[in-house]
């Protein structure tokens, strides 16, 4: 029999913000995997480092950082193959991801090549969005108001057009397109309701008005933007 693949959302970064769900299949883990970023630490292996037993194996998928797609594409095209081998060999596999799987989430790569062919399942976790949205106590949304997320890399002209016409966002994904991002805002008279939130729920997380903010921003930041009053006041 083939072994399971688990997608494991480990949360925003504060280990205790992972589900019990997530750390009972982290602790009785035989293969874990994870990506890197260009030969960097994984971030999703620090937040449950205490919880991976010692002698699991580790598939380590080191993504390239480039703004072409084909060598990503490459390293889960391997990464694929690897955990294929792990479950052909009747292992479990317990796929770690930052925040949630299926929210921005690395798993999403994977699951595109192997649930065809293998049992999958996926295991929710903390977005990134919820828990800047906790740390800054900004409410997001209520009753029938609207969430627009937005990733920081889009064009100014489409990024300018989709905060103009939005009544709540999240804008992820800022890291160097902060001084892009913040010029959108303050052009459309929004820089008094806008939060800046960097590395929520670590011990070095920040939260700003988005005035005060820092000249540079590390790619785990977000501004947060309601325009309204608020309607849960």
Same mark, same amino acid.
């Given at each position: 029999m083939t072994g399971t693949l688990?997608? +494991?959302?480990?949360? %925003?970064?504060?280990? =205790?913000?992972?589900?019990?769900? &997530? !750390?009972?299949?982290?602790?009785?883990?035989?293969?874990?995997?994870?990506?890197?970023?260009?030969?960097?630490?994984?971030?999703?292996?620090?937040?449950?480092?205490?919880?991976?037993?010692?002698?699991?194996?580790?598939? +380590?998928?080191?993504? %390239?950082?480039?703004? =072409?797609?084909?060598?990503?594409? &490459? !390293?889960?095209?391997?990464?694929?193959?690897?955990?294929?081998?792990?479950?052909?060999?009747?292992?479990?596999?317990?796929?770690?991801?930052?925040g949630d799987p299926f929210f921005y989430g690395s798993f999403m790569y994977l699951f595109a090549r192997l649930s065809a062919r293998y049992q999958v399942e996926v295991v929710p976790g903390v977005t990134s969005v919820t828990a800047c949205a906790a740390q800054a106590g900004r409410p997001l949304v209520a009753r029938n108001e609207r969430l627009t997320v937005l990733p920081g890399p889009l064009p100014e002209d489409e990024l300018r057009a989709r905060i103009d016409g939005a009544e709540s966002l999240a804008i992820m994904k800022v890291g160097r397109h902060l001084p892009k991002i913040?010029?959108?805002?303050?052009?459309?008279?929004?820089?008094?309701?806008?939060?800046?939130?960097?590395?929520?729920?670590l011990a070095n997380e920040v939260v700003l008005p988005l005035a005060d903010a820092p000249d540079s921003a590390p790619y785990f930041s977000m501004i947060l933007l309601t325009k309204g009053a608020d309607p849960w006041l």
């Amino acid at each position: 029999m083939t072994g399971t693949l688990y997608g +494991v959302g480990v949360g %925003p970064g504060a280990p =205790d913000l992972i589900t019990l769900r &997530a !750390a009972r299949l982290i602790e009785g883990a035989r293969v874990i995997a994870y990506p890197t970023l260009a030969g960097g630490e994984s971030f999703a292996r620090a937040i449950a480092a205490d919880l991976i037993p010692r002698d699991a194996r580790e598939i +380590v998928m080191d993504v %390239p950082m480039s703004t =072409d797609r084909a060598p990503a594409q &490459a !390293a889960y095209d391997q990464g694929a193959i690897d955990i294929a081998g792990a479950l052909d060999g009747g292992d479990d596999v317990v796929c770690l991801c930052e925040g949630d799987p299926f929210f921005y989430g690395s798993f999403m790569y994977l699951f595109a090549r192997l649930s065809a062919r293998y049992q999958v399942e996926v295991v929710p976790g903390v977005t990134s969005v919820t828990a800047c949205a906790a740390q800054a106590g900004r409410p997001l949304v209520a009753r029938n108001e609207r969430l627009t997320v937005l990733p920081g890399p889009l064009p100014e002209d489409e990024l300018r057009a989709r905060i103009d016409g939005a009544e709540s966002l999240a804008i992820m994904k800022v890291g160097r397109h902060l001084p892009k991002i913040r010029a959108i805002i303050d052009s459309l008279g929004l820089t008094a309701k806008a939060t800046y939130v960097e590395r929520a729920t670590l011990a070095n997380e920040v939260v700003l008005p988005l005035a005060d903010a820092p000249d540079s921003a590390p790619y785990f930041s977000m501004i947060l933007l309601t325009k309204g009053a608020d309607p849960w006041l």
